[in-house]
């Protein structure tokens, strides 16, 4: 099956300071590219749909300039974190879909801790 | 309500039982996934139905279009199943709305 991975797959940060996640798909081109996060013991919530090249749409109640989308390639979307906060502790969830495809390919996951 | 609903939402079997995982949704859809989730956190997707039935190994997915309901049976159970099974179903596009899912314990 097709693959994504997400780098880092956990990372500890201090309170105010920005975090990047990537997402990438290694063996196919990603039009879409979805971010999740995901809280202890509930279901992954859509924070946001990036199609390459275009704005990241956002969910309803995600702040787009805490939470910065690039999908800038056909392989590769990043999330930012900015001026995190100890409450965006998270797991952080990336997919991706193929073109012309409509199934989601999940990435392992990022572990924020932010302290 | 939510539009996807899984039951149970906690599941305890010993080694080699029958299980039985339910999503019921309330919307249409293109089609129904479910998915694995183990305490890792990364996910993988185990079937992906808009019809009928379908087999992998030891695992079996239905889907009834018209009783709007999927069920995820998993024959002679073993620990390394246990995980938290997610029902998630594709309305649009490839947006997924998923269920709240199941944690399965299988105890050897």
């Known amino acids: 099956g097709a693959v994504v991975s997400q780098h880092p797959s956990r990372v500890i940060c201090k309170s105010g300071t920005s975090v990047k996640i990537e997402c990438r798909s290694l063996d196919f081109q990603a039009t879409t590219m979805f971010w999740y996060r995901q809280f202890p013991k509930q279901s992954l919530m859509l924070m946001a749909t990036?199609?390459?090249?275009?704005?990241?749409?956002?969910e309803q109640g995600v702040e787009k300039d805490k939470f910065l989308i690039n999908h800038a390639s056909l392989t590769l979307s990043t999330l930012t974190v900015t001026s995190a906060h100890p409450e965006d502790s998270s797991f952080y969830i990336c997919?991706?879909?193929?073109?012309?495809?409509?199934?989601?390919?999940f990435g392992p996951g990022t572990r924020l801790t932010v302290t | 309500k939510n539009e996807v609903e899984q039951s149970p939402q906690n599941l305890t079997a010993q080694e080699g039982e029958f299980i039985t995982i339910n999503c019921s949704y309330s919307?249409?859809?293109?089609?129904l996934h479910w998915l694995q989730q183990h305490p890792g956190g990364g996910i993988v997707s185990l079937f992906m139905l808009s019809s009928g039935k379908k087999k992998h190994g030891r695992l079996i997915a239905t889907i009834n279009i018209q009783e709007k309901h999927s069920s995820l049976h998993i024959t002679a159970s073993h620990p390394r199943d246990s995980a938290v099974y997610i029902c998630?179903?594709?309305?649009?596009?490839?947006?997924?709305?998923f269920g709240e899912g199941t944690q399965l314990t299988v105890n050897p």
């Open positions: 990036s199609n390459e090249g275009s704005k990241a749409t956002y």
């Open positions: 998630a179903v594709r309305t649009s596009g490839s947006r997924l709305t």
């Open positions: 919307v249409g859809i293109s089609a």
């Open positions: 997919s991706a879909v193929g073109q012309g495809h409509y199934e989601q390919y």
